[in-house]
């Protein structure tokens, strides 16, 4: 091989490499993935007046099981949230007890990963609370989110948005848990159902 054809291939192969970061950047703007999984996105909460997208946290659904989920007197039980904008053949939530507490899997959450909400089965009872705990680090820092979702009314519903902290390094990600647990009742039942991400940051 020439040098001359030596020097071409290099240029070449150097051009071909910007323009396939190029691209990669192009493709990851706005709604980024950086280097987090791909992500299946689709409008769960368009009946609810809330037409982002959002993709589910992992085995959120619970209709295979909790994969990854930390649980505490916490299990998957029949009876899926009424709306079942996930599937029509959705048929499980996971149950949690007064004592329980259940936290997703460590998410990578790329840049404008925002904000969350999900179903919940609310046990109807005077100042029951369902706490949900946001843990995210990245780097050397970590932040916390803490909101409480009322007990008082009887059945399933739909959650505010719920933002997440956001204090990605720069590498543009950061890696979050969500922890659910009812608190302020030794009796009161949660069930909880397609804990969800909205990739945009729109709260
Ligand atoms: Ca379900």
């Given at each position: 091989?020439t040098?001359?054809?030596?020097r071409?291939i290099?240029?070449?192969t150097?051009l071909?490499?910007?323009?396939?970061?190029?691209?990669?950047?192009?493709?990851?703007s706005?709604?980024a993935?950086a280097?987090?999984p791909?992500r299946?996105?689709s409008?769960?909460?368009?009946?609810?007046?809330d037409?982002n997208?959002?993709f589910?946290?992992?085995?959120?659904?619970?209709e295979?099981?909790?994969?990854s989920?930390?649980?505490s007197?916490?299990?998957?039980?029949?009876?899926?949230?009424?709306?079942?904008v996930?599937?029509s053949?959705?048929a499980k939530?996971l149950k949690?007890n007064?004592?329980?507490?259940?936290t997703?899997?460590?998410m990578?959450?790329?840049?404008?990963?925002?904000?969350?909400?999900?179903?919940?089965?609310?046990?109807g009872v005077a100042?029951?609370?369902?706490?949900v705990h946001?843990h995210?680090?990245?780097?050397?820092n970590?932040?916390?989110?803490?909101?409480d979702?009322d007990g008082t009314v009887a059945?399933?519903?739909?959650s505010?948005?719920?933002?997440?902290?956001d204090i990605?390094?720069?590498?543009?990600?950061q890696?979050?848990?969500?922890?659910f647990q009812?608190?302020?009742?030794?009796?009161?039942t949660?069930q909880?159902d397609?804990?969800?991400?909205?990739p945009?940051?729109?709260?």
């Amino acid at each position: 091989m020439t040098r001359r054809l030596t020097r071409w291939i290099a240029r070449v192969t150097g051009l071909a490499v910007v323009l396939a970061a190029g691209t990669v950047a192009s493709q990851a703007s706005p709604a980024a993935a950086a280097t987090c999984p791909a992500r299946t996105l689709s409008k769960p909460f368009s009946s609810f007046g809330d037409t982002n997208d959002y993709f589910l946290a992992p085995d959120a659904t619970f209709e295979s099981g909790t994969g990854s989920w930390a649980l505490s007197s916490a299990s998957v039980v029949s009876g899926n949230e009424p709306w079942k904008v996930f599937g029509s053949t959705h048929a499980k939530s996971l149950k949690l007890n007064a004592s329980g507490t259940a936290t997703t899997p460590s998410m990578c959450i790329a840049t404008a990963e925002d904000s969350m909400r999900f179903f919940y089965r609310s046990p109807g009872v005077a100042g029951a609370k369902l706490h949900v705990h946001i843990h995210v680090t990245s780097g050397v820092n970590v932040a916390t989110n803490d909101y409480d979702v009322d007990g008082t009314v009887a059945g399933w519903a739909v959650s505010q948005r719920i933002m997440l902290p956001d204090i990605r390094d720069a590498s543009g990600m950061q890696t979050i848990t969500i922890t659910f647990q009812p608190r302020n009742s030794s009796t009161a039942t949660w069930q909880l159902d397609d804990v969800s991400i909205d990739p945009w940051r729109t709260v």
